[in-house]
C-alpha cells in the first residue's frame, strides 16, 4: 500500500496550513492519507479520519517536537508499506500526484534543495553570518532610503517599466562584449544616451527615461552619500554593494556548516557546496529504517547543541553522506517544486507549469512547496494556488 503522511504540531497556524493541504491532496489522491501529530500540543481540532498521536518528550518545544515526529517517523508507522511525507506546506496540484510512489528508490528518496549547501549555511547554524549580514542590509537600507529617490516610486506603471530597463541591465552584465560596447557608447555620449529603442539615459539629469514619452523612468542613485552614510563601497563594473571585507553584501553563503558536520559527528562533507535534499518531500519504506534512525539521532544531538539551529536539513546532509547517499537518485522538481518569493527567474502559467530559471527550464508541478509567504494575498503565485483550491 501507498500512503501519504503529514506531521503537524503546535499552533493553530501550523494547524490551518495543514487543512488546506490536507484538503488538496484528498481531492486529487487515490491514496491513504495520515496525520502524524501529538496531540496534547495542539492548538486546535485535526479534522482527518485517520491521525496517529505520539507522546513527544515534553522538554522539547512545539518545533522541535515535529521535527522529532519527522525524522523518527519510520517509528510510528505499520511496516510493509510505502511511504511520502509531505511537510504542510507543500500542495498537490493534480491528480498525478499518486505517481510520486513510482519513483521511490532505495533506502529513500528525497527532492533536491533550491540552494546549495553554502548558501543554506547560515541558516543552518549559529555561526554569526546572517546576523552580519542582517546587520549590514540594514544599514544599507537605512542609507538608500534617504539617498534613492526610486525608492519613494509607486506609480505601477513606472515600476513596470523599471522591471523591464532592469531586466535588459541583468542580460548586459552577462555579455561581456556588449557590455563593453555599450559602456564605450555611454562615455562617448554628449548629453542624452540612447540605451536602446525604449530607454535613453539623460546625463544632465542622470535619470533613465521612456523614449516614447520622456517620463522619468528610474533616477540614477546617489552613490557617494550611501557610500559615506554606510561604510560600503559600490563596484560600478560588477555592480555590488561590498563590505570592508571586499564582500558582496547580498551574497550570504559561508563554510560553516561543512565545519559543523565535521566537528559534530566527524561526517566530512567532501564537495563543500554540494547540492543537499529538501526535507518537505521524501519516499521511504522498511529499507530506510537505518538512514532514518541515523537522522534521527542526529537531529536529536544537535538540539543539545547551541551552534546548530533547530533544523532538520543540516543532519540530514551529514546523514546522506554518512551513508554514501550523495550521488543518490532525487526526485524532480515536479514533485517538489519549491516557489522562492524573491527569486527573480520565478514563473508560473495557468497550465499548471513551473520555472525558477525564466523558463529555460520547466516543469508541469503536481506538487508545489510554498515556504515562505504562505497566504500572501499579494502574491499571483499564491492567488493562483488558492483559487485552483477553491474551484
Known amino acids: 500500500m501507498n500512503i501519504f503522511v503529514f506531521v503537524v504540531c503546535g499552533s493553530k497556524e501550523h494547524l490551518d496550513t495543514l487543512h488546506f493541504s490536507l484538503g488538496k491532496l484528498k481531492r486529487y489522491s487515490q491514496n491513504k492519507i495520515v496525520v502524524l501529530t501529538d496531540k496534547t500540543r495542539n492548538e486546535s481540532e485535526i479534522n482527518h479520519d485517520d491521525v496517529i498521536h505520539v507522546d513527544t518528550p515534553k522538554e522539547l518545544d512545539h518545533h522541535q517536537a515535529s521535527i522529532y515526529l519527522k525524522t523518527a517517523i519510520h517509528k510510528f508507522l505499520p511496516l510493509g508499506q510505502t511511504y511520502c511525507y509531505l511537510d504542510t506546506d507543500v500542495v498537490a496540484l493534480n491528480a498525478e500526484v499518486d505517481a510520486i510512489f ?65 531586466h535588459y541591465f541583468d542580460v548586459l552584465k552577462n555579455d561581456w562584449p556588449r557590455k563593453i560596447v555599450t559602456a564605450l557608447r555611454y562615455f562617448l555620449a554628449p548629453k542624452i544616451f540612447n540605451l536602446n529603442e525604449d530607454f535613453y539615459f539623460d546625463k544632465t539629469q542622470r535619470v533613465w527615461k521612456d523614449s516614447k514619452t520622456n517620463e522619468n523612468i528610474l533616477y540614477e542613485v546617489d552613490i557617494k552619500k550611501i557610500e559615506e552614510e554606510s561604510g560600503f563601497k559600490y563596484n560600478k563594473w560588477t555592480q555590488k554593494w561590498l563590505d570592508k571585507d571586499r564582500k558582496d553584501i547580498w551574497d550570504l553563503h559561508c563554510s560553516h556548516l561543512n565545519e559543523y558536520i565535521q566537528n559534530s559527528f566527524n561526517i566530512k562533507v567532501a564537495s ?37 539551529k533547530t533544523r532538520d536539513q543540516g543532519t540530514l546532509i551529514a546523514s546522506a553522506w554518512q551513508f554514501g547517499l550523495q550521488n543518490h537518485k532525487t526526485l524532480s522538481k515536479k514533485w517538489n517544486f519549491i516557489a522562492d518569493f524573491n527569486k527573480k527567474g520565478l514563473n ?44
Open 348 to 391: 508560473f502559467n495557468d497550465e499548471g507549469y513551473f520555472s525558477d530559471d525564466a523558463w529555460k527550464t520547466k516543469y508541469k508541478a503536481s506538487f508545489v512547496h510554498i515556504y515562505h509567504h504562505w497566504g500572501d494575498e499579494n502574491w499571483s503565485l499564491w492567488k493562483w494556488v488558492k483559487n485552483k483550491a477553491s474551484n
Open 272 to 308: 563543500p557546496n554540494w547540492q543537499h535534499w529538501n526535507g518537505g518531500v521524501f519516499l521511504f519504506d522498511d529499507k530506510s529504517t537505518d538512514f532514518l534512525n541515523a537522522w534521527h539521532e542526529k537531529t536529536l544531538h544537535a538540539f543539545a547543541l547551541k551552534e546548530w
Open 102 to 166: 513510482d519513483e521511490y528508490q532505495e533506502p529513500i528518496t528525497f527532492a533536491p534543495d533550491h540552494c546549495k549547501t553554502l548558501d543554506f549555511s547560515p541558516y543552518a547554524v549559529n555561526c554569526g553570518c546572517k546576523e552580519r549580514s542582517d546587520k549590514n542590509i540594514e544599514i544599507f537600507e537605512r542609507a538608500s532610503l534617504k539617498h534613492d529617490r526610486n525608492r519613494k516610486i509607486e506609480d505601477a506603471k513606472i515600476i513596470e517599466k523599471q522591471k523591464k530597463l532592469q
